[in-house]
């Protein structure tokens, strides 16, 4: 479970009308990013990787599909169209979720909560990549003075 927000961090969460859906997209396609992913230093999933997913669309060029593509993308834009039309990416019901795995939502106890779309299926995670944001928000603290 993660750390408790400080109190003002907490208000502001109480204060959030809807609920908040924090996601991590691991599927890899290296073709995904076409020739220009050839040119990063680390062959691996970047910012906008997932746009492939959600549109079917190429940033550069169209991708060759990869194992794992096909269900990468059945749920990834079920839980976009959800959000859309229902405001919740698990669908109409409240207690019941269209996807493989039910999305929570971030709440006050825990702000590091995401739904991680991985090639062997979506999976809920209650960190934010092992801890970063602790850590870092941590440092921040002892550094603040």
């Given at each position: 479970m993660g750390e408790t927000l400080p109190e003002d961090k907490d208000v502001m969460l109480r204060k959030i009308a809807n609920p908040v859906f924090f996601y991590i997209f691991e599927h890899h396609n290296p073709t995904v990013m076409g020739f220009l992913g050839k040119q990063f230093p680390i062959q691996d999933v970047t910012?906008?990787?997932?746009?492939?997913?959600?549109?079917?669309?190429?940033?550069?060029?169209?991708?060759?599909?990869?194992?794992?593509?096909?269900?990468?993308t059945d749920q990834f834009t079920t839980a976009f169209t959800n959000f859309a039309k229902y405001g919740n990416p698990n669908g109409p019901d409240e207690d019941k979720t269209d996807l493989h795995v039910y999305w929570k939502p971030l709440d006050n106890l825990n702000h590091n909560r995401n739904l991680v779309f991985a090639t062997n299926g979506p999976r809920m995670d209650e960190q934010f990549f092992e801890g970063r944001v602790a850590k870092y928000l941590e440092i921040i603290e002892k550094h603040r003075d």
């Amino acid at each position: 479970m993660g750390e408790t927000l400080p109190e003002d961090k907490d208000v502001m969460l109480r204060k959030i009308a809807n609920p908040v859906f924090f996601y991590i997209f691991e599927h890899h396609n290296p073709t995904v990013m076409g020739f220009l992913g050839k040119q990063f230093p680390i062959q691996d999933v970047t910012h906008a990787c997932e746009l492939f997913y959600l549109f079917n669309k190429g940033l550069v060029s169209k991708p060759t599909p990869v194992p794992g593509d096909a269900e990468v993308t059945d749920q990834f834009t079920t839980a976009f169209t959800n959000f859309a039309k229902y405001g919740n990416p698990n669908g109409p019901d409240e207690d019941k979720t269209d996807l493989h795995v039910y999305w929570k939502p971030l709440d006050n106890l825990n702000h590091n909560r995401n739904l991680v779309f991985a090639t062997n299926g979506p999976r809920m995670d209650e960190q934010f990549f092992e801890g970063r944001v602790a850590k870092y928000l941590e440092i921040i603290e002892k550094h603040r003075d």
